[in-house]
């Protein structure tokens, strides 16, 4: 990844300036692509940092190498990686777990699938395609790179998994030429739905897919017929011997599945008992039943496990910021901790925005060290006063009690004393 640096250079595994141009200017094909997914694939994970140096050793540099390096710093710094937080490890052994048992069935005509919930920014396609990625690779090398259900003769790409985003407004059809367009596959403007959906069968078989990863499905709503179909059709994509994983923001709320209950223990959502077997009764636990449902939390700051967890994961960050002046315990020591928690509320996507702001700034100031007064310059959405949306909002009986009340005193009535009541009320007047 980096460029072996000349005899001459005071800074060990500096890239050139050219090789820095590169890697800043390269775009990245669009994920839902399969040239996307091999891209992020096998190059995720691999950006080699800055090396760390004292701002002795920076000053000792030439012009052009303290632009060249300050310009690698700022690629480092914008780019942190993703750690093994225990929201990311949860959602990890829940996809190992249904992609080994699905893999391995002979019998079973359905697999069951996955769906992956949680409020926005915190990590939820980051987490499930880092999983799917790792699945690929075992998978890969597992079968030597190859389509073990390929037909003899044939050279179809091997793509054990697909990653595609829920079309806004989803038909059926747009669903079906989501997942074609992965593969760059041609489809006829004049094809029906069933034509369609023959051809994504086949193009799952052909392929050697194994998980299909359908994010923003909460774009789904269940009020619109054509949403309920495209439901429909994901159930029918489970049994083409493919595992679904679908991520979403708040999916028990969507209506994909039943109205869900949240277990302030167990921090999850849970499903009431069916009551009756009228339209959308029995058939709900179609989608229910062939899912298992996982909320991703935001870090937590109570317990003594959940304060290890938050500063381990400031930890991996400090140790990947590059500043000149950066010391050990920069964010994890004194109060820093419980700054970083107060401001983000503990949401990992909020977090890492607001550290990599505060790293530009420390280098755009020439302060080159991240402190408390350095981030009170930088506004999160966070920092305005609102209901944290990490969970829902649960009336006490007390509370209940209140608004029910029928003592409760109503709202002043508007004052019609001067209300012009028309020319007919006038008149009788």
């Known amino acids: 990844m980096t460029q072996a640096p000349s005899h001459d250079d005071p800074v060990e595994g500096l890239p050139s300036r050219a090789r820095i141009a590169e890697l800043i200017l390269s775009s990245r094909p669009?994920?839902?692509?399969?040239?996307?997914?091999?891209?992020?694939?096998?190059?995720?994970?691999?950006?080699?940092?800055?090396?760390?140096?004292?701002?002795?050793?920076?000053?000792?540099l030439s012009e052009n190498r303290q632009y060249d390096y300050d310009l690698y710093r700022e690629l480092t710094n914008a780019n942190l990686p993703l750690q093994d937080t225990p929201m990311h490890d949860k959602v990890g052994r829940l996809i190992r777990?249904?992609?080994?048992?699905?893999?391995?069935?002979?019998?079973?005509?359905?697999?069951?699938?996955?769906?992956?919930?949680?409020?926005?920014?915190?990590?939820?396609?980051?987490?499930?395609?880092?999983?799917?990625?790792?699945?690929?690779?075992?998978?890969?090398?597992?079968h030597g790179a190859l389509n073990p259900g390929a037909l003899p003769g044939t050279r179809d790409l091997h793509a054990p998994v697909v990653y595609v985003s829920t079309p806004v407004t989803a038909t059926p059809k747009s669903l079906c030429a989501s997942?074609?367009?992965?593969?760059?596959?041609?489809?006829?403007?004049?094809?029906?739905?069933?034509?369609?959906?023959?051809?994504?069968?086949?193009?799952?078989?052909?392929?050697?897919?194994?998980?299909?990863?359908?994010?923003?499905?909460?774009?789904?709503?269940?009020?619109?017929?054509?949403?309920?179909?495209?439901?429909?059709?994901?159930?029918?994509?489970?049994?083409?011997?493919?595992?679904?994983?679908?991520?979403?923001?708040?999916?028990?709320?969507?209506?994909?599945?039943?109205?869900?209950?949240?277990?302030?223990?167990?921090?999850?959502?849970?499903?009431?008992?069916?009551?009756?077997?009228?339209?959308?009764?029995?058939?709900?636990?179609?989608?229910?039943?062939?899912?298992?449902?996982?909320?991703?939390?935001?870090?937590?700051?109570?317990?003594?496990?959940?304060?290890?967890?938050?500063?381990?994961h400031l930890e991996g960050i400090e140790q990947h910021l590059r500043l000149l002046n950066a010391k050990a315990g920069m964010l994890t020591g004194g109060t820093m901790p419980e700054y970083l928690m107060?401001?983000?509320?503990?949401?990992?996507?909020?977090?890492?925005?607001?550290?990599?702001?505060?790293?530009?700034?420390?280098?755009?100031?020439?302060?080159?060290?991240?402190?408390?007064?350095?981030?009170?310059?930088?506004?999160?959405r966070r920092d305005a006063p609102e209901q944290a949306p990490d969970e829902p909002v649960i009336l006490t009986d007390s509370q209940t009690a209140i608004e029910e009340s029928p003592n409760t005193k109503a709202a002043r009535p508007r004052n019609t004393t001067f209300d012009d009541h028309g020319p007919q009320v006038n008149a009788a007047g």
Not at 43 to 55: E, F
Not at 354 to 380: H, N, Q, R
């Open 342 to 380: 107060r401001r983000t509320g503990g949401v990992i996507g909020l977090l890492g925005r607001l550290l990599e702001d505060g790293a530009y700034e420390a280098m755009e100031s020439g302060k080159e060290l991240i402190d408390e007064s350095l981030l009170d310059e930088i506004v999160l």
């Open 179 to 312: 997942i074609l367009g992965f593969f760059r596959a041609p489809i006829r403007t004049s094809a029906t739905l069933p034509e369609l959906v023959r051809q994504v069968a086949d193009s799952l078989h052909d392929h050697g897919v194994k998980a299909l990863i359908l994010d923003d499905v909460s774009r789904l709503r269940m009020h619109r017929a054509d949403d309920q179909d495209v439901l429909d059709l994901m159930r029918a994509f489970m049994s083409l011997d493919v595992t679904l994983i679908l991520t979403g923001v708040n999916i028990p709320g969507t209506g994909l599945l039943r109205e869900a209950i949240w277990n302030k223990k167990t921090r999850q959502w849970e499903m009431p008992p069916l009551e009756s077997t009228r339209i959308h009764g029995l058939e709900i636990t179609q989608t229910e039943h062939r899912f298992e449902l996982i909320e991703i939390d935001r870090f937590r700051y109570i317990t003594p496990k959940q304060i290890g967890a938050f500063v381990d």
């Open 30 to 60: 669009s994920l839902d692509t399969y040239a996307g997914w091999q891209h992020y694939r096998t190059h995720y994970g691999l950006l080699v940092p800055a090396p760390v140096i004292s701002p002795q050793q920076w000053s000792t």
């Open 97 to 142: 777990r249904r992609l080994s048992g699905n893999t391995r069935k002979k019998n079973d005509p359905t697999r069951a699938g996955v769906m992956i919930s949680g409020w926005g920014n915190y990590g939820k396609t980051a987490s499930v395609c880092s999983a799917g990625a790792v699945f690929e690779d075992q998978w890969l090398e597992l």
